[in-house]
């Protein structure tokens, strides 16, 4: 069956890095749409970013655009979310998903979900 699963949250500074990682089992990465969401205390999930399956393009949210980078792996069958310059509002659990056709920002049209990484700026 289908697994996905999140590695490389943690506890960083504003300004700092994190690099997070989604690990797929079950599918092929590169024949789906791998995307990115997060769901902060009290708020609704968000579209964070995604790469289109074969040619890989990229989207993103504005509120992340210059400072998070989407990217995959196609050997390693893993997607990577590279967050730079974090700030406090990004604190959040990061959601990885799978979606067997083009990106969406609609997280109902997702089938395959992993259990989440959490992110915590601190100020």
């Known amino acids: 069956q289908v697994q996905l699963v999140e590695s490389g949250g943690g506890l960083v500074q504003a300004g700092g890095s994190l690099r997070l990682s989604c690990a797929a089992s079950g599918l092929a990465v590169s024949a789906y749409a791998m995307v990115w969401f997060r769901q902060a205390p009290g708020k609704e999930r968000e579209f964070v970013a995604a790469?289109?399956?074969?040619?890989?393009?990229?989207g993103y949210a504005d509120s992340v655009k210059g400072r998070f980078t989407v990217s995959r792996d196609n050997a390693k069958n893993t997607v990577y979310l590279q967050m730079n310059s974090l700030k406090p509002e990004d604190t959040a659990v990061y959601y990885c998903?799978?979606?067997?056709?083009?990106?969406?920002?609609?997280?109902?049209?997702?089938?395959?979900w992993g259990q989440g990484t959490q992110v915590t700026v601190s100020s």
């Open positions: 790469i289109n399956p074969s040619a890989g393009s990229t």
């Open positions: 998903a799978a979606r067997l056709s083009f990106y969406t920002t609609y997280g109902g049209h997702y089938r395959y």
